[in-house]
């Protein structure tokens, strides 16, 4: 089970965010590696795949979008917000089958 | 340039089956058999929903929830994969994404979107 909070987050451009998504297992394999990753939704837009492997940015993505945490509990930071950030950021494990969504967390300006 | 396009009905009855395909372009389904074409769909007012997977040899995952009404089909001529939901209600009205999953080490995440397609049940 995967839980995002807050459900919503009101922000002002140019300063951080920061949202937390919590996994009911460790996303740790024994191999390192780390199977959880974001995405945004953007109004209007399908969504798109933000970080990756728990720590890696996908193509395309300002470094203004980080990770932190590790195991069970991990938060990710925006800083310096920008007008376009808007949308519903989702957390997914990756480690087993089914894959999971957290409910989501709307960032608003 | 990896594009994923779904198609299908707008609107389906209830309790009629509802069909949608993925097609495919950019990178071969057959390059690898790690390679999964994944359905995700999104209610009004919800969140996001993984339905299933399947690759290019036919090998599939399944929501435990949605199993018992799913079949997910590949045409590797096409490059295409679709999906096919029975019986279904009103709780089946969403956007309706597919999306690339690597199911190697190195993936576990879902890389690329297609733009989704809306349907809508009712009568």
């Known amino acids: 089970v995967m839980t995002q909070s807050p459900l919503a987050l009101p922000v002002t451009p140019g300063e951080s965010a920061s949202m937390s998504c919590r996994s009911s297992?460790?996303?740790?394999?024994?191999?390192?590696?780390?199977?959880l990753s974001w995405y945004v939704q953007k109004p209007g837009l399908s969504p798109q795949l933000l970080i990756y492997m728990g720590f890696n940015r996908a193509s395309g993505v300002p470094d203004r979008f980080s990770v932190r945490g590790s195991g069970t509990d991990f938060t990710l930071i925006i800083s310096r917000v920008e007008p376009d950030d808007v949308g519903v950021y989702y957390c997914m494990q990756g480690l087993e089958f089914p894959l999971t969504f957290g409910g989501g967390t709307k960032v608003e300006i | 340039q990896v594009q994923l396009q779904e198609s299908g009905p707008g609107l389906v009855k209830p309790f009629q089956t509802l069909s949608l395909t993925c097609s495919v372009s950019?990178?071969?389904?057959?390059?690898?058999?790690?390679?999964?074409l994944a359905w995700i769909r999104r209610p009004p007012g919800k969140g996001l929903e993984w339905i299933g997977d399947i690759n290019y040899r036919g090998t599939t995952h399944y929501n435990p929830s949605l199993r018992s009404r799913l079949t997910f089909t590949v045409d590797t001529s096409k490059s295409q994969v679709s999906l096919e939901l029975n019986s279904v209600t009103a709780a089946d009205t969403a956007f309706y994404y597919c999306?690339?999953?690597?199911?190697?080490?190195?993936?576990?995440?879902?890389?690329?979107w297609g733009h989704g397609t809306r349907v809508s049940v009712s009568s």
């Open positions: 999306a690339t999953y690597d199911i190697s080490s190195s993936g576990g995440y879902l890389e690329y």
């Open positions: 950019g990178v071969s389904i057959t390059s690898t058999t790690n390679l999964y």
């Open positions: 297992h460790s996303l740790l394999y024994s191999t390192g590696k780390t199977y």
